[in-house]
């Protein structure tokens, strides 16, 4: 079974209101300022998941084969949801999570 499909579009990030380009080398699924995402797949890149709640950065952990892994925990549903940081993520953003004094409504339009 399938589990990533490419689905790397732009989009309109619905918390801090940015234009998030294309990630071009795999799929895009969190912006790149404050890393919030939606909760819209089941497996990565599918778009099937009908929660639709935003996922909001918890914690940041280094895995030696992945590098950076941002943890999210969608507002709506409550699940955890681990992803790969991209290289254009605001680094500063990272640390904020990481020291555990990232506050969402920093963020907010």
């Given at each position: 079974m399938?589990t990533?499909?490419?689905?790397d579009n732009?989009f309109?990030?619905r918390v801090c209101?940015?234009?998030?380009p294309?990630?071009?080398?795999?799929?895009?699924?969190?912006c790149?300022?404050?890393?919030?995402?939606?909760?819209?797949?089941?497996n990565?890149?599918?778009r099937?998941?009908?929660?639709l709640?935003t996922l909001?950065?918890?914690e940041?952990?280094?895995?030696?084969n992945?590098g950076?892994?941002?943890?999210?925990k969608?507002?709506k549903?409550?699940k955890?949801?681990n992803?790969?940081t991209?290289?254009?993520d605001?680094?500063k953003?990272l640390?904020?999570?990481?020291n555990?004094?990232?506050?969402?409504?920093?963020?907010k339009i």
């Amino acid at each position: 079974m399938k589990t990533f499909e490419k689905n790397d579009n732009e989009f309109m990030c619905r918390v801090c209101g940015k234009s998030v380009p294309t990630l071009i080398y795999s799929s895009r699924d969190h912006c790149n300022k404050c890393l919030c995402s939606v909760h819209i797949d089941i497996n990565p890149g599918d778009r099937a998941n009908t929660c639709l709640g935003t996922l909001i950065p918890v914690e940041v952990n280094i895995n030696n084969n992945k590098g950076y892994v941002i943890t999210y925990k969608c507002n709506k549903c409550g699940k955890f949801h681990n992803n790969k940081t991209a290289e254009d993520d605001n680094f500063k953003t990272l640390l904020k999570v990481m020291n555990r004094t990232y506050n969402i409504e920093d963020y907010k339009i």
